[in-house]
């Protein structure tokens, strides 16, 4: 029988003990309990794999590479399963999180990493790796790593990577213009009613108060969903991208570009940590 990765379990634990009415700890706090532990087995995944980029490339480490690449994917799958369910609880936590770093949310794109960075992160390290082992191409040997990308893969990554950034222009427009609908009419009548409110204090006014948390809590619900909807198309646009980068890439390519992304993504939450963790104390001991 499998088993499943703690993260997983860690996410349904906690959504049920939602459902079931316990809110002994919020919404954001019971997804960065799955996120913790997702990061834990993001790491573990990152040593199998850096211990099979390390095995010379024949047909039997050929089969390993591509079961590597394969857990990876369904690890990111699973994530993405879980923040999408997530959402549906809070929307603008998921926006906001808590449990990133100031360093991490500075680069944040619609609750996640940018889906054009993939080609960037696929270009640097094709170059780092290209740079490494030049010698062994100019005599003529094949590296068979991301320094080593073919012509008729580098004309389809560019391919891809023009598709990708026409959908990722066409997404922020449309959050954009989103953005701008908490300035419309209803929001602007609300705001300026509730505000009368206050400053009355007629026996009717709680009534009244009442009446108006209904109408602002409806028109609130409806823009959440809107939010709901794009962060879903972002997720969604986030994880093709991955899988069509990969899909690419040879086996052992695709096992190295994975290396890369979990080093970034795991290296950059640790210094954003430390950098909070430190700015923190700085602050505290100069108050």
Known sequence: MSVLPSSIVTFFSSAAAIRNGDNNNSDGESFQKFFESWLVEQNQHLQALISASKQPENNSSSSNFEEQVRV???HYEQYYRAKSRWVKLDVLGMLTPSWRSSLEDSFLWIGGWRPSMAFHLLYSKSGLQLEGKLHDLIRGLSSGDLGDLSPTQLTRVDGLQRVTIKEEKDLSEKLAKYQETVADSSLVELSHVVTELMSTNDDRQDSDRRLMDDQIESNLVTKEAKLEEIFHTADDLRLKTLKAVIDILTPIQA?????????????????????????????????
């Not at 939450?269 to 104390?281: E, I, N, P, S, V």
Request: hydrophobic share 45%.
């Open 255 to 287: 096992v190295h570009f994975l290396i890369a992304a979990a080093e970034l993504h795991l290296r950059l939450h640790d210094w954003g940590k430390q950098r909070d963790a430190r700015h923190l104390y700085g602050a505290t001991t100069s108050s």
């Open 72 to 74: 990876v994917v369904e």
